[in-house]
């Protein structure tokens, strides 16, 4: 049986099945490299200020440095009768320096601890998703200047709306993922407050410098109360949050994908390489990976959920209802890295059909609204141009016709005070070459913003 490092107060082992319960090293062992970061800064501390001897901190040091070198080499096995990530580390200290590993835990907890050990990974964890934003930024920036001025439907409710640039389209994820980067700029500035130090709540007797841990482990704030830095997960919660908006953002496009992918719509084709095929059906090319990015965005969400609810009732300061808070927070930063790699692979690679999107654009009357701006330039109030226009689609319903079928006549029948140029406004470039005003979906309003997005990247 291995002795427990907490078991001077107990007369009786753990129940086996209770040992299985509770530990928490099966999956906290992936912050063994933060767990060791923290304890070398803490004991250099420790050594500097004099709570423990310079040697003693010189040997604890380096024990921890080799215990990380063994790790990274793969010779580390944990011991799950140790429960988790803190107590395999000092054990393994202990076994390689003695009795100054035992001076180690001086004035701190495993609650400050572990709270260190996930800012520090989930740190590490924004800075890398910030980098596949980016990433997927740049595969959509360049399709969208690829396909600047190509048109095809705009739709709302999934009915034909109004023609658009693909380019203007590609864009509005552009800039969903830009608030995304924000969201998690943000994030980042909230997570990144040292709170070692606080100790299991109260802090601690020994006098300690926190703003020099800080500086070693590069965090920019220290935390001002001991109970609110071991109780709270907020920083956790607004990580998960941002990571189910941005799998929001992600599922919305593979969504479009998948519709666009169909031979109804035949508007994209995705490539070989990042598809699959039927176990049954020959003919099959089915577009797996946009539907599991779909699905995958309920699994953030879930770990959201979790991990609002494991809060909500837990009165201050810790409990060990916080041990469930790290396989939603590894799930979500592995779930959401691999979605925004793939996702930027299977964009890269699609090939749009603009014949298609263009032949469909001009379907189901989408320059109805042009005909009915043009009544406003000639004073019809636009309530009055509503509903003439509608009265002159109904009759096109009617009578199998589209609107660039019209002769003038038929439109002055329902809108008398039609121009005579009118037909030139209802062609689908007409209709985005007149939507010039920022953000619109003119050819130069999508260049220019493509101009923005470019400074962005490069900044």
């Known amino acids: 049986m291995t002795k427990k ?16 319960f ?18 070398i800064a803490h004991a250099t501390m420790l050594g500097k200020c004099g709570i423990i001897s310079e040697a003693d901190a010189g040997a604890i040091v380096e024990g921890l440095k080799s215990v990380l070198a063994d790790y990274q080499a793969g010779k580390i096995e944990f011991d799950p009768s140790l429960e988790d990530v803190h107590m395999n580390v000092e054990k393994l200290l202990s076994e390689r320096i003695g ?8 004035a701190r907890s495993r609650n400050d601890q572990v709270a260190t050990d996930v800012r520090l990974y989930l740190r590490e964890a924004v800075d890398g998703i910030s980098e596949l934003i980016r990433a ?34 590609l864009m509005a994820y552009f800039w969903m993922l830009e608030r995304d980067f924000g969201r998690f700029s943000d994030c980042r500035k909230r997570l990144n407050t040292l709170v070692l130090g606080s100790g299991a709540l109260a802090g601690t007797t020994f006098p300690i410098d926190r703003e020099f841990v800080a500086r070693e482990l590069e965090f920019e704030a220290v935390s001002q109360n001991s109970i609110d830095s071991v109780a709270d997960r907020d920083w956790a919660s607004e990580f998960l949050a941002c990571s189910a908006i941005v799998m929001t953002h992600l599922s919305r496009f593979a969504e479009e994908l998948i519709i666009w992918n169909t031979s109804e719509f035949g508007f994209v084709e995705l490539d070989d390489s990042v598809t699959t095929g039927s176990s049954i059906m020959p003919q099959k090319k089915n577009p ?18 979790a991990i609002l609810t494991l809060q909500k009732g837990l009165p201050l300061a810790y409990n060990r209802d916080l041990q469930e808070d790290k396989e939603q927070i590894f799930d979500a930063v592995d ?21 298609r999107m263009y032949k469909a654009a001009g379907e189901a009357f989408s320059t109805a609204t042009d005909l009915a701006d043009a009544l406003v330039r000639e004073s019809v109030p636009f309530r009055t141009a509503h509903e003439q226009v509608g009265s002159l689609v109904a009759y096109c319903v009617k009578n199998g016709k589209e609107l660039t079928d019209l002769t003038l006549e038929e439109i002055r029948r329902f809108a008398p005070q039609a121009p005579e140029n009118i037909a030139s406004m209802l062609t689908v470039e007409a209709s985005t070459a007149a939507r010039g005003a920022m953000g619109g979906t003119a050819a130069d309003e999508v260049a220019r913003q493509i101009r923005e997005a470019r400074k962005i990247l490069e900044s």
Not at 138 to 167: D, F, M, R, S
Request: proline share 3%.
């Open 99 to 106: 009795e100054p590993a035992g001076r180690l835990h001086t």
């Open 288 to 305: 797996d990976v946009a539907e599991l990015t779909r699905a995958k965005s309920a699994r953030v969400f879930g770990d959201l959920m």
């Open 5 to 20: 490092l907490w078991g001077g107060r107990f007369q009786k082992a753990m129940h086996q099945t209770v040992e299985a």
């Open 335 to 355: 779930t959401v890295s691999l979605s925004l790699e793939v996702f930027a692979l299977m964009l890269s690679t699609a090939k749009f059909n603009t014949e």
């Open 22 to 39: 509770t530990e928490s090293i099966s999956y906290d062992c992936r912050l063994i490299e933060q767990d060791i970061r923290g304890s």
């Open 136 to 169: 997927l930024q740049q595969t959509i920036l360049e399709q969208a200047e690829k396909n600047a001025e190509v048109i095809l439907p705009g739709y709302t409710h999934l009915q034909h709306a109004q023609p658009v640039l693909l380019g203007h389209h």
